[in-house]
Nanobody, 124 residues
Framework: QVQLVESGGGLVQAGGSLRLSCAAS????????MGWFRQAPGKERESVAA????????NYANSVKGRFTISRDNAKNTVYLQMNSLKPEDTAVYYC?????????????????WGQGTQVTVSS
């Protein structure tokens, strides 16, 4: 089992920045690719970004390319999502997830473990 706990969400004005963190425990963190997903009220969950086990490869949804950056620190068992130039449409609950995949999947079903989520609200 892998336990994931997100933090760093909050309320920010449009154009602002937030950095989300996801702390992992339970298994060897570096054996898992990590992803960030989000779900807005009344909408389906969508992928945001993914990062490989080593951190050398990343993958982004088109909607966040150039604004969001995913990174990880395997020594700290933590994955991050730096979000810049935030827009009201980025408002959602953000979830991190872990997969034993050797790639960087953006598909939710590829992930085995999920956190509880952290709320991000962007005001206009």
């Amino acid at each position: 089992q892998v336990q994931l706990v997100e933090s760093g969400g909050g309320l920010v004005q449009a154009g602002g920045s937030l950095r989300l963190s996801c702390a992992a425990s339970g298994r060897t963190f570096s054996n898992y690719a990590m992803g960030w997903f989000r779900q807005a009220p009344g909408k389906e969950r969508e992928s945001v970004a993914a990062i490989s086990r080593s951190g050398k490869s990343t993958n982004y949804a088109n909607s966040v390319k150039g604004r969001f950056t995913i990174s990880r620190d395997n020594a700290k068992n933590t994955v991050y999502l730096q979000m810049n130039s935030l827009k009201p449409e980025d408002t959602a609950v953000y979830y991190c997830a872990a997969t034993y995949s050797s790639s960087t999947p953006l598909s939710g079903p590829a992930y085995d473990y999920w956190g509880q989520g952290t709320q991000v609200t962007v005001s206009s």
